[in-house]
């Protein structure tokens, strides 16, 4: 198993190396567009062949899955924080604090996680620049997903409320928020670093189903999910299976997550 | 102490569906181009027209006076008018309802019975390679999101319930996989096996009862997942459910439609959560 989780991790720092030196490996830019190989097979030139208006797929493949990987982490860790925030607090406060909390992220958790995201992305202008589309996209997902891991956040800021230690601190002079900052959000880390590891796979996946849907990074600007969108026109995987390797290439990464983070799980 | 819990559950979902109708509305009505109507472009309609389209929208401006109006007509049946089909909200849901109904309704048994056999299955055996090919399997799927599976099963030309069971599957595999490998684990069944007790007398007395009530709030979170993932499926299978019409009725900013939608998505899966976590405590109390 031990073996298992370095070679996930030697398998998430090689795509994470790779995609960060897109501009090093790739053959043109994501938006370049080869007018006189429009749809091309791959080649030499093109290791997985060109798009409908002739951008060089290998090279979106990159620059998507540096856009997918880097931000995926920015939104869990405002999720994080969020969470930390809400429910933290509200679990060490108790009483009415927590009952608002709880109330919140039953609100939150009562919608399915995306038809929410769905419905508030839909809502926002749809007609914006790649850049703020991608700063929309992520910003939607952490500040949306925050509810689950309030719950767990407040149960263990419950847990902490009444612990020797707090009671001492209390005794001792210090109130409320300092007590909260200096004692119960430090014993809180190995949660939250939990919650923060398992959100960026959930948050990946989100953005691939947005931008499937037409909703996620506009283009040209290249995602996982408007790569993934190209499967929409695929008639049969044997016309053309490169097209495929956005997928491969998102499972091997989920796939990756998911065996680093078995240990996080169990803590969360 | 049951009723008490029915009543509580009750007033919850009630508070939480009313209170995400408002956000819903909210949203909407601050969207950018909410009042923009297409029809307001046509060059054929003249000045009179264009002003009565625009005062069709004045009522839902103010968001407080929407809503207020907006509950006073569903108490008496009326859910108002979708701008954008132009058809009575209340014959939408009514059309579009038992689509969604079949597909996530099958496609939740489907991922249910495929994921039970597997668990049940690898739980009982010896071989580790059941453990393997469950793990592999269900670990795969997890990997997918649900907008690729509803692509593929357009592709392979699959119906839409089996993408809802294969998005599923895997959640109920990994849970219930855990909890019969936990109940499987206790001493006492060791100690049951050791006697000479057969496998189903086994499953049936004593493993079922350890994991059955926490399988069953398991049902009701996977009712809000098939849910969810309809969105994506009906969309891109072309299926005309209550997901696609969500879908939408959220591009074209349709204020009466999504309000609806929002508010019946919220009522069912409010209430499968309820209704398992009603049901998990009367196993517990008959158990007690």
New interface residues.
Partial sequence: MKAARMLACVVLLAVCAVSLAAPWFAPAGYAKQFREAPGSAPSRQHLLGTDEIGRDRFARVLYGTRISLLLAPAAALISTLLAALVGGLAGYLGGVWLRLAT?LT??FL??????LL???R?????NVSPVLSILITFLILGLLGWAASARVLATSAQSLRSSDFIVQARASGLHGFRIFLVHVLPNLKPVLYAQFWISIPVFI??E??LG??GLGVAEPMPSWGSL?RE??G????REEPWRLVP?LL??IV??SF?TVLSKEEVAA | MLLWRVVRHLLAIAGIVLLGGLISATLVRLAPGFDADERQLDPSLNAESIRALRASHQGEHNIFHYYAGYLSGALHGELGVSHVLGQPVRNLLRDRWPVTLRVAGVGLLLGWMIATALAFTVSLSRFSAYEVLGTTVSGAFLCIPAAVLALLSVIFNAPGYLAIALIVFPKIYRYSRNLLARAYGMPHITAARAKGLGETRILLWHVLPMAGPQMIALAGITVSIALGASIPIETLCGLPGIGQLAWQAALARDLPLLVNITVLVTLVTLLANSGADVIVHMVRSREA
């Avoid at chain 1, 009562?110 to 038809?115: M, R, V």
């Avoid at chain 1, 839909?122 to 749809?126: F, I, K, Y």
């Avoid at chain 1, 695929?234 to 995987?237: G, H, R």
């Fill in positions: 109330g039953d609100l009562s919608l399915p996680w995306l038809f769905i419905t508030v839909a809502v926002l202008p749809l996946l989100s691939a189903n499937i849907l993934l499967l929409e695929l008639m049969s995987f997928l998102l499972i989920m796939t998911q």
